[in-house]
């Protein structure tokens, strides 16, 4: 018996079975096979501002996802200041969503301004809230950052730091390739839209490389 395999349009895999008998070969046999689910990929932004161009460009994202990837988006607005008081009588809603959210997710997807040479601090309230024990969902966690300015660096620097904060929590940042949108003003039309084709391609190769980092990690 000897077998081909063929993929239609829907990216559903068939294997083509061969038979082999007295009189000859028999007729080919479709066998489906199943496909790996897609990967499900949350998607958090580190601004709150409405016309935001990092949340710009996380939509972005969800556009050039490939196709074994779901990328859904998480709003941290709802989110309050941490307070360790708060948290000894549970997590209020809005945070256990949060910690749900990243501890179903097969990964993480960051994009954050660069405030004052760092990370803003609606993304690192969120992160302190997300890390507290017990079981804390950041943990064995594949991530991938990228981030948009008005300036010329394009976020290195709240990007490095961020990298920073998932140390201690043993969560896996992807370091290759690095998403760093500069003069985003140039970059985004008015309806918040990325058309400049270079970032789009930067995009699309991070999560690419999110993808593969992701299923390497899951066959540990």
């Not at 730091?161 to 290759?176: G, T």
Request: charge should be positive.
């Amino acid at each position: 018996m000897c077998e081909n395999f063929n993929k239609d349009l829907r990216g559903t895999v068939y294997v083509m079975k061969t038979l082999h008998s007295r009189s000859g070969q028999m007729p080919w046999i479709p066998r489906k096979l199943t496909m790996a689910s897609p990967l499900r990929i949350l998607g958090i932004s580190g601004s709150l501002r409405k016309l935001s161009y990092n949340s710009a460009a996380l939509r972005a994202a969800q556009e050039l996802q490939p196709n074994d990837m779901s990328i859904e988006s998480f709003d941290l607005t709802e989110i309050p200041l941490y307070s360790e008081d708060v948290r000894t009588h549970g997590y209020p809603p809005p945070v256990q969503a949060f910690r749900d959210k990243i501890a179903s997710a097969d990964g993480l997807l960051i994009v954050t301004p660069e405030y004052n040479y760092s990370f803003p601090g609606v993304l690192k309230n969120a992160i302190d809230w997300a890390s507290r024990p017990p079981n804390q969902p950041f943990d064995g966690k594949p991530i991938a950052m990228m981030g948009a300015s008005l300036g010329t660096f394009g976020t290195a620097r709240a990007q490095y730091h961020l990298r920073q904060c998932f140390v201690s929590v043993n969560a896996f940042v992807l370091n290759k390739p690095e998403v760093m949108i500069a003069q985003a003003g140039d970059k985004f039309d008015e309806q918040g839209k990325l058309t400049d084709r270079m970032a789009r391609e930067q995009i699309q190769r991070l999560l690419i490389a999110l993808a593969d980092w992701t299923r390497r990690l899951q066959t540990r």
